[in-house]
């Protein structure tokens, strides 16, 4: 019997000490590169599972069930967001949009499909207002 547990735990060890090269399709932490008041720029880590292709991955807005199962409103506004991914290592979603966003936060699905799975992910974006530019007067 406790061979049997050390066993388990050594599988199980190794599994989670696994690269992410050899896991699933996944995204990485969103990082948003503009402010409120201007098109949207946001670029996510994409890692790839061993069996997955950058050719063969295609990203897009999630279909509105996906949005309704997570309790996210739809917003036809967001189909207007580009979605471009990076063919070299590291590899990159990047979202940007030609709009400017006129709300101070962003909450869309996003959706990444290989040829063996989707993965869906939720974001929820807090556009901080640009920099106050130059001085500030004193009274």
Known sequence: MR?????????????????????ALGLGPA?????WGEPLALSIPIYLGKRDSIDAL???????????????????????IRFELTDTAPYMLKLSSEKSFTEPF??????????????????TVLLDPPEIQGTIAHK
Not at 31 to 35: D, K, P, R, T
Not at 58 to 80: C, G, H, K, M, T
């Open 3 to 23: 061979n049997i547990i050390i066993t388990l735990c050594l599988g199980m060890s190794l599994f989670l000490n696994l690269p992410k090269s050899a896991m």
């Open 31 to 35: 990082e948003l590169h503009s402010h």
């Open 58 to 80: 295609r990203a897009q807005l999630a279909e509105p069930s996906v949005w309704q199962q997570l309790q996210i409103d739809y917003r036809f506004a967001y189909n207007s």
């Open 106 to 123: 962003v909450e869309l699905v996003v959706a990444v499909s290989s040829a063996s799975q989707t993965v869906n992910r939720s974001l």
